[in-house]
């Protein structure tokens, strides 16, 4: 579960400036003076050892927003209002989906032990008889140290000490990760190997010095806009979690951004329930023991690289994006269509996807609000009475309940599972060899579901007294 801190808050921040600059007209003459401006001289630098390490972060911080991976600087001289107008030129996506700000990944832990006031300065120094690289010495009052460029971070002086004084600080972002995909390298920094990664996103809000950034579409989409194109918004149905409104409210105020149409992704949650549904009686009749849902696209990607037993009983139906599009297509087809949603795996599902050609999160259509100063009036209006299992889909039970309120008389027998993390994967491992105790799985990256998606606004409680009360309401 993300919790609300300063990275986030400066991340929204950047967003905000950038997009209030652009609607002004001025982001390409003022671009270059906002690591100045959010770390002037006089201010302390936020974790930094001084301003200028400061601006140089939050100069890198801008790039990913502007949609460029810190590996695509060629010259630290290009100005950062070279990149923005590129920007609003480009028309080809980045086809990668995240990058590593190494200025703030400097500044992390180096290695994963360290002694503290707890050692005693015995006599035994088991820490130091055992350690296979003699990176453990003594200061002068006695007390234990570890060289860090001696360390190979085995954990044996940990294990060898009498008082635990010795103890393992995890890299946070290396922690979040159910499946290995980010390491450091020779210098200290971190790199996402995305032939491992499932794209579930949790190691952006893991880092405390915000280096793991997403390659952002905002201008992208914001420049097409500006150039008149059309652009419909398939919106997805934990963005009532986010803003207190009904959907038809949050979809005015996304039309002012200038979308020509909304859809709601309910309306293809709704398909992908039917879907399921006759996929699921299908497969029991076949003799199957049970079916996975495959609507959480970090979930699939487990499979198809660290999952493969469990690959064969993952649903075949498609998500609630890709229906959606399909709607959004046939209605529009003079149209692009631009997904909206909560999470980073959909980037990744629409870059396999040649129905969508863009993808904007919560928090980057947060910004874009904020930054047009587009406020989300309250109406009378209600919504669709008929697709509201589907809006269900945004939390985590949600995908079940449809199905069993489309094909009542299947016998389904389900099991929840929310939140991919390494206890779990070990879970799902143990249901593919024949140990699951139903015969319906569904799987969600996301603790409680996509309603506290990594690119969500709001914390998970929050978020769920939202939806909780949005959906009573309407």
């Given amino acids: 579960m993300a919790f609300l801190n300063n990275t986030l808050i400066v991340r929204r921040d950047l967003m905000t400036k950038l997009v209030s600059l652009f609607n002004e007209g001025v982001l390409l003459s003022e671009i270059d003076r906002v690591p100045l401006k959010m770390s002037p001289k006089k201010a302390q630098a936020r ?4 301003i200028h390490k400061e601006r140089a972060v939050l100069k890198y911080k801008i790039m990913p927003i502007l949609g460029y991976s810190i590996e695509e600087e060629e010259d630290e001289l290009t100005p950062l209002s070279e990149y923005a107008r590129k920007a609003l030129l480009r028309t080809e996506k980045n086809k990668s989906i995240f990058t590593v700000v190494d200025e703030a990944c400097t500044a992390c832990v180096k290695t994963n032990y360290v002694v503290t006031n707890l050692c005693k300065g015995c006599v035994a120094r088991a820490c130091y008889m055992n350690c296979p690289r003699e990176a453990v010495f ?5 007390q234990a140290g570890i060289d860090h460029n001696k360390c190979i971070n085995c954990g ?7 008082y635990h004084s010795i103890v ?3 890299v946070p972002c290396e922690e979040s990760c159910p499946v290995k995909a980010i390491q450091k390298d020779e210098n200290g920094i971190e790199h996402i190997d995305e032939s491992k990664c499932i794209f579930c996103g949790k190691c952006i809000n893991a880092c405390p010095f915000g280096s793991i950034f997403e390659i952002s579409q905002i201008f992208d989409v914001l420049s097409a806009i500006q150039r008149n194109e059309k652009i419909t918004a398939i919106v997805a149905p934990s963005v009532q979690s986010q803003f207190e409104h009904s959907f038809s409210d949050i979809a005015t105020a996304i039309k ?11 309306l293809g949650a709704m398909e992908t ?9 299908q497969k029991l009749e076949q003799g199957q023991q049970f079916m996975t849902t495959s609507c959480c696209p970090s979930y699939v990607e487990l499979t198809k690289k660290h999952l493969i037993e469990m690959k064969p009983f993952v649903s075949q139906t498609n998500s609630p994006m890709y229906y959606a599009s399909k709607i959004a297509k046939n209605k529009y087809p003079d149209s692009k269509v631009c997904f909206i949603g909560p999470c980073v795996g959909k980037r990744k599902e629409a870059a396999d996807d040649q129905t969508i050609d863009y993808v904007l999160t919560f928090e980057e259509l947060d910004a874009i609000l904020k930054g047009m100063k587009i406020e989300i009036i309250p109406t009378e209006n209600k ?4 697709i509201k299992a589907g809006r269900g889909f945004a939390q985590s039970g949600g995908v079940i309940a449809a199905v069993m309120e489309s094909y009542p008389n299947v ?4 099991l929840i599972v929310t939140n991919i993390d390494k206890k779990n994967i070990a879970l799902l491992k143990a249901y593919a060899k024949g140990k699951a105790p139903g015969n319906f799985i569904e799987v969600m990256a996301c603790e409680g579901g996509c309603i506290s998606g990594p690119c969500t606004i709001n914390t998970y409680k929050d978020a769920q007294k939202i939806f909780k009360k949005v959906v009573e309401e309407n």
Avoid: M, T, W
């Fill in 156 to 162: 044996i002086c940990k294990e060898a000490c009498p």
């Fill in 47 to 50: 974790g930094r050892c001084c």
């Fill in 256 to 266: 002012n951004i200038g979308f020509s149409e909304i859809i709601e992704v309910a």
């Fill in 273 to 281: 329930a039917f879907h399921e549904g006759e996929e699921l009686q």
């Fill in 411 to 414: 016998g389904i027998k389900p």
């Fill in 383 to 386: 919504d669709d009475e008929e």
């Fill in 168 to 170: 393992f600080v995890p």
């Fill in 138 to 142: 003594f200061k002068e009052n006695g």
